[in-house]
């Protein structure tokens, strides 16, 4: 077998890797394998693009990987883990510049005549959607990272006619696109790519500033999705097998995410990306949205009352836990409570959190049985036999207006209906709305009381209450 056939036989096993490997990341008993054989695909693929006869220069490509694992190890250890998504969305935009890199040097290494392509046509084609794609992946994804990490505002800018501004210019970096493909004239070519490069920068940051930054999440799935696709298409700039297919399958991945995303809180994906949903929100509770009503407070001492008395019990996260990492104690407290006589269980919103499977991972790491994790379809009917819902930073995801109120913003969105259990303890540091900005009439209904702190801190003081009652 030549070296040609024995890469492609390696690329074709690495690809069999990655969708075997996606496959079993979708339950949590075998992500962790999961993850572990879609690494070996990708080991197996880059040793296999090592050997391959084009690659004649290793000196920069030892640079570059001394480089990308000394920043990726830092990342590892610096980045928190309420910060992922700010993290994955500079990772999409990274993928996405590294397509537009992989087209420009492709183009100029045309342009002076280092390669005659095959196919010319077809070339230029993927090059001009590998800069396209990877141009608004990129910017469009430091847009959102920017957001996340609130160095620019969460709101969305909307102005008129910014719909129509930005259609006029992914009309325009399609027929520079175009363009570029079809013309034989060098200096035609040229102001064409550049016009295609430009266009593409500037879109991927408009495009984004309509969005709220509580859609980023949503946002931040469909640039990963983009970011695939670009990867694809510089994958036939550079006729590689296996980078058209991984291109693939993240591009799909990330569309099947946004879908899940969006169902899981009752809107479109059309919906998200050009409603300007933040400033509705705003408007709505500035509008006379905010609820009325008396917030009670609960001292440490009477949760613990409240809780051994309790036989079953449900805990319901939320961002807030991510926040105060409060995970652990969470377990702790869980496992005083069985000692207690108490049946346990933990309610899964679908966008809880941050991101999708945020309270998984967190809860996974504190090891918390998987049998324990209830989704929310399977722990609503059980509600109004629960003896009390303890909500750990959890918001939105609880709000029973979306239940009820045809007016508020996020009517229709499935929630976990804590306000059903006998009581309802909610954690949270003050009046802080969740991401949608809006009150939520959850805390201020007769049945639910209010510890106050950090959840963590909180949590603490309810467990140091079980613990000096089994040393009294
Ligand atoms: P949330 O609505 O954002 O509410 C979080 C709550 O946590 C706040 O009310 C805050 O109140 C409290 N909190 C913050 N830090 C805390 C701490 N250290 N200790 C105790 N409490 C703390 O959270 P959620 O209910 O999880 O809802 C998620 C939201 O994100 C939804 O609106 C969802 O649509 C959106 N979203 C999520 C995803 C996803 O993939 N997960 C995707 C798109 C959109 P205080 O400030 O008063 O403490």
């Given at each position: ?15 069999i ?8 990341l ?9 993850n ?8 197996i ?23 990308g ?5 830092a990342c590892?250890?610096?980045?928190r883990?309420?910060?992922m ?10 993928g996405?510049?590294a397509?537009?890199i ?15 392509p095959?196919?010319p046509g077809f070339?230029a084609?993927?090059i ?7 141009g608004?992946?990129f910017?469009?994804?430091v847009?959102a990272f920017?957001k ?10 909307l ?10 210019m992914?009309a ?5 696109g ?6 034989g ?15 593409a920068?500037?879109?991927?940051w ?11 999440p ?12 670009a ?14 297919v991984?291109?693939c ?7 099947i995410l946004?879908v899940?995303m969006c ?32 917030l ?17 019990v ?33 309610a899964?919103h ?11 991972v ?21 509600m109004p ?8 930073g959890a ?6 207006a ?6 508020s ?13 006998r009581t ?16 939520n009439?959850?805390f ?7 510890l ?8 603490q ?12």
């Amino acid at each position: 077998m030549n070296r040609e056939v024995l890469i492609n036989v390696a690329y074709i096993l690495a690809s069999i890797l990655f969708i075997f490997g996606l496959k079993m990341l979708g339950r949590q008993a075998t992500a962790r394998r999961g993850n572990l054989l879609s690494g070996v695909g990708m080991l197996i693929a880059i040793v296999a693009t090592l050997v391959d006869r084009s690659v004649i220069n290793y000196t920069w490509i030892l640079i570059g990987l001394g480089a990308g694992t000394a920043i990726g190890l830092a990342c590892a250890y610096l980045v928190r883990m309420t910060a992922m998504p700010e993290m994955v969305a500079l990772l999409n935009g990274f993928g996405g510049l590294a397509s537009l890199i992989v087209g420009a040097a492709e183009f100029f290494r045309i342009r002076i005549g280092e390669v005659v392509p095959l196919q010319p046509g077809f070339t230029a084609t993927a090059i001009a959607l590998a800069v396209v794609i990877g141009g608004i992946t990129f910017t469009g994804s430091v847009y959102a990272f920017c957001k996340l990490a609130e160095w620019l505002s969460g709101r969305p800018v909307l102005f008129r006619g910014q719909h129509l501004l930005n259609g006029g210019m992914l009309a325009g970096s399609v027929i520079a696109g175009v363009i570029f493909v079809m013309t034989g004239d060098p200096a035609v070519t040229l102001v064409a790519f550049a016009a295609v490069c430009g266009l593409a920068l500037v879109l991927g940051w408009t495009m984004v500033m309509p969005i709220g930054g509580g859609d980023m999440p949503v946002v931040i799935s469909m640039l990963n999705s983009l970011s695939g696709l670009a990867a694809c298409a510089a994958g036939f700039v550079i006729r590689n097998n296996v980078l058209i297919v991984a291109g693939c399958l993240v591009g799909t991945s990330g569309v099947i995410l946004s879908v899940i995303m969006c169902r899981a809180m009752n809107r479109s994906l059309l919906n998200v990306l050009f409603s300007g949903f933040g400033a509705q929100t705003g408007a709505a509770a500035a509008a006379g949205g905010a609820v009325e009503g008396e917030l009670k407070p609960i001292s440490a001492g009477d949760t613990f009352a409240v809780l051994e008395a309790a036989r079953q019990v449900v805990f319901i996260p939320g961002y807030g836990m991510a926040v105060s990492q409060a995970q652990h104690v969470v377990r702790e407290l869980a496992e005083l409570l069985e000692q207690n006589g108490a049946e346990v269980r933990f309610a899964i919103h679908p966008v809880a959190g941050r991101m999708p499977g945020h309270m998984n991972v967190l809860l996974a790491e504190a090891s918390v049985p998987y049998e324990q994790l209830v989704e929310m379809d399977a722990i609503n009917p059980l509600m109004p036999s629960m003896d009390v819902a303890i909500v750990i930073g959890a918001n939105d995801v609880v709000n029973p207006a979306a239940a009820r109120d045809p007016a508020s913003p996020i009517y229709g969105m499935p929630i976990i209906k804590a306000h059903e259990a006998r009581t309802v303890i909610c954690l949270k540091r003050g009046r802080g709305t969740g991401f949608s900005g809006l009150e939520n009439q959850l805390f201020l209904l007769p049945n639910t009381r209010m510890l106050y702190g950090d959840a963590k801190a909180s949590l603490q003081g309810v467990i140091a209450e079980f613990k000096s009652l089994a040393a009294g």
